[in-house]
Every structure is written in structure tokens, then in C-alpha cells.
Nanobody, 114 residues
Framework: EVQLVQSGGGLVQPGGSLTLSCAASGFSFSLFVMSWSRQTPGQEREVVATVTSGGERTTYIDSMKGRFTISRDNVKNMLYLQMNDVKVQDTAMYYC???????WGQGTQVTVSS
């Protein structure tokens, strides 16, 4: 059974930092491109960061570049999103995703507010 179990998230002040984690199981994690996606009420989910299967290449939406870092540990089957200098507009539900397979984690809420 494929599982993507997320942790982290919560309430953080603007300019603060937060780390999201995703524990993957039930599939060959190291073979898949992994992503973080987010969704806000009334909006469609959007992919915001992606890392290749070996972790050698990452991509981000423009608003995240220089602030967020996606990474993975293929030994521990873990995916991470380090969020620095967070902004109010980063408030969303964040999902660990395997886009090629349509697999999603349970989601974790990130709220940026003073």
C-alpha cells in the first residue's frame, strides 16, 4: 500500500521558517520524481517544488525561489520542504505528491500570520 505521511506545518509568523516532511512507503521511492504541491480555498492545487529521483535537480515556482528548498533522502524514503522567510501568501494546504502516479499525502496546513 502506497503511503505518503506528512508532518510539520502549523502557524508561523511572517519571515519565519518551517520544515515539512513526508515519509514514503509502499513503493520504490528512489525511482520517482517527487513534488510538493499546495492548495488554497477556491483554487486548484499547484505544484510548487519538484526534485528528481536522485535529488540532483530541483525546480520551483518563481515565488519560492531563494526561499524554499526541496530535498529528499532516498535511504530514509523521506521528502522535505524547508520554508524560509515565509510570507502571508504562502498560507495553504501543502501536499507531498508523486505526480506521475497521482499519489498524494494527507496534506498539512501552513498558516503564515502575525
Amino acid at each position: 500500500e502506497v503511503q505518503l505521511v506528512q508532518s510539520g506545518g502549523g502557524l508561523v509568523q511572517p519571515g519565519g521558517s518551517l520544515t515539512l516532511s513526508c515519509a514514503a512507503s509502499g513503493f520504490s521511492f528512489s525511482l520517482f520524481v517527487m513534488s510538493w504541491s499546495r492548495q488554497t480555498p477556491g483554487q486548484e492545487r499547484e505544484v510548487v517544488a519538484t526534485v528528481t529521483s536522485g535529488g540532483e535537480r530541483t525546480t520551483y515556482i518563481d515565488s519560492m525561489k531563494g526561499r524554499f528548498t526541496i530535498s529528499r533522502d532516498n535511504v530514509k524514503n523521506m521528502l522535505y520542504l524547508q520554508m524560509n522567510d515565509v510570507k502571508v501568501q504562502d498560507t495553504a494546504m501543502y501536499y507531498c505528491t508523486v505526480n506521475d502516479m497521482g499519489w498524494w499525502g494527507q496534506g498539512t496546513q501552513v498558516t503564515v500570520s502575525s
